[in-house]
């Protein structure tokens, strides 16, 4: 490209051509990097501590959609999202196979870490090495909430 770029300006001295060329690639990637750090963090956040649960970019979906509406035994239903992993989640209790939402897998129960509010399930598949949670979104908030405006 430096080349190049002599080549069509055959006038301009090596010394004042360098930065002109440097400079704007530089910048660019300059202004990714900042762009990049400025964008507000896509926490979710347990809603009863503010503990982070799990991003925006682990969100996964499983049998071809993220969101799943499921009823357990009891007949309570839960509304879902599947993430691919949520580091505010402790898995508590056993694994279990009977009465799964998602066939081949076994759940147990994901509590937050902090305040230990039951959160939603983690789902290992029982013969692969895969696995995700699936997180109740009622009980997650957005670290950083669009903005309302008035
Ligand atoms: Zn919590």
């Given at each position: 490209m430096y080349s190049s770029y002599l080549l069509l300006s055959p006038n301009v001295l090596i010394t004042s051509a360098l930065p002109v060329v440097a400079e704007p690639e530089v910048k660019s990637q300059v202004d990714e990097l900042v762009e990049l750090l400025e964008q507000p963090a896509s926490a979710l956040l347990?809603?009863?501590?503010?503990?982070?649960?799990?991003?925006?970019?682990?969100r996964i979906e499983i049998s071809g959609q993220h969101i799943h509406l499921k009823m357990n035994p009891a007949g309570f239903a839960f509304e879902f999202g599947c993430f691919c992993a949520a580091p505010g989640c402790n898995q508590y209790g056993q694994y279990h196979?009977?009465?799964?939402?998602?066939?081949g897998c076994s759940w147990a129960i994901s509590l937050c870490t902090c305040c230990q509010q039951h959160l939603g399930w983690h789902f290992r598949q029982n013969d692969e090495n895969s696995s995700f949670y699936g997180i109740v979104l009622d009980k997650l908030v957005m670290s950083n909430p669009p903005e309302v405006s008035s």
């Open positions: 347990c809603k009863h501590c503010l503990n982070t649960i799990t991003y925006e970019h682990e196979s009977e009465a799964t939402w998602f066939a």
